[in-house]
């Protein structure tokens, strides 16, 4: 028999089992699929998307207003764009407002400054409410879609416009309707209708003058014949006096020195006056003639002695005795003194 001690070393010497280490796991392999089964299985390349939803048709009323706001679209971007292209648009004046006024642009609002208006002197802003005029966009807010517009810019560009044309067309010895804008010492200036000329005194009337308010005053038209144009028309001058009718060119033929004619008082005072043609007039020395001789309308025999035609003047003379004429167009000076 073994002893303990022999006991306990054989138990020692003994190897006690140790438990074995699980398997790493591993991922399973693909399954693999015969090559025809491949190709059955694997997407096509080029895929058809599937065709989008076509949207619900639209009302009539949603069709109306989409169209309206592409039509104000259209229109804001004309109008706004007229800034850029110095195109004139017309505006109704709507109010009148502090500062100016209010228009309205094809739908649109604008203000048109005071500063910027285009109306006669002395009148008020009022006068152009309800009216439609040329106006110039000169600001765009283009968030709250205002415009600030300008008619003086336009008005101006329309009269440059005016006397381009009329400068065109204008042609010496023509006759044209005038009217007096301006007063100087030596003429008035008057208005072609974009075309500014100038009527110097001597031609505002056959009557010698001495200013010119004796004859026309600012405002007044009349017509007138084109005398000159020079440098290009920035400066015209036209007359009156040839567009009026001039007896003394309608009866010339009486207006010759030593013509014998009869003629009808027309007045006494301050001398004898005697009518020789419509519109005619010559006078008579008191040494030749006693007024109170004659009675107004009487016929009585004349000789013209001078004419003067500056200052449409007539000497007639109830002498028929050539001695008593001068060759010229006045009497001698001892005469005209005398006379």
Do not use: C
């Not at 003629?263 to 020789?276: D, F, S, T």
């Amino acid at each position: 028999m073994m002893d303990n001690e022999e006991l306990k070393a054989d138990h020692s010497n003994q190897l006690v089992p140790q438990p074995e280490a699980p398997l790493a796991e591993s991922a399973p392999a693909p399954l693999e699929l015969p090559p025809e089964q491949q190709a059955q299985t694997e997407a096509p390349a080029d895929v058809t998307e599937a065709p989008a939803a076509e949207p619900a048709a639209q009302t009539p009323q949603q069709a109306q207003a989409a169209e309206g706001r592409k039509r104000a679209q259209e229109t804001w971007a004309r109008i706004s764009g007229a800034k850029d292209t110095s195109e004139t648009i017309s505006a109704k004046v709507k109010s009148e407002i502090k500062g100016g006024l209010l228009l309205d642009v094809e739908g649109y609002r604008a203000f048109l400054p005071a500063s910027q208006t285009r109306v006669p002197k002395g009148e008020s802003l009022a006068t152009l409410v309800g009216k439609e005029i040329p106006v110039k966009v000169i600001d765009v807010d283009q968030k709250r879609k205002r415009l600030v517009v300008s008619h003086r810019r336009a008005a101006e560009q329309e009269r440059r416009a005016a006397r381009q044309a009329l400068l065109a067309s204008l042609r010496v010895g023509e006759e044209r309707t005038a009217t007096v804008v301006r007063i100087a010492d030596f003429g008035a200036f008057v208005d072609l209708g974009g075309v500014d000329a100038l009527v110097p005194i001597g031609e505002l009337a056959f009557e010698r003058l001495e200013k010119p308010t004796d004859a026309v005053n600012i405002g007044d038209s009349f017509p007138v014949k084109v005398l000159r144009i020079d440098e290009g028309g920035k400066k015209i001058a036209v007359s009156r006096k040839a567009a009026l009718p001039d007896p003394w060119r309608d009866h010339s033929n009486v207006l010759k020195h030593g013509t014998v004619t009869e003629g009808h008082v027309v007045a006494k005072e301050p001398r004898l006056q005697v009518e020789i043609a419509p519109g005619v007039i010559g006078s008579i020395s008191d040494r030749e003639a006693n007024p109170e001789e004659y009675e107004i309308g009487e016929a009585i025999e004349v000789t013209v002695r001078s004419v003067d035609y500056r200052n449409r003047r007539i000497r007639l003379s109830t002498t028929h005795s050539a001695s008593a004429f001068s060759s010229t167009s006045f009497a001698p000076l001892g005469k005209e003194l005398g006379g």
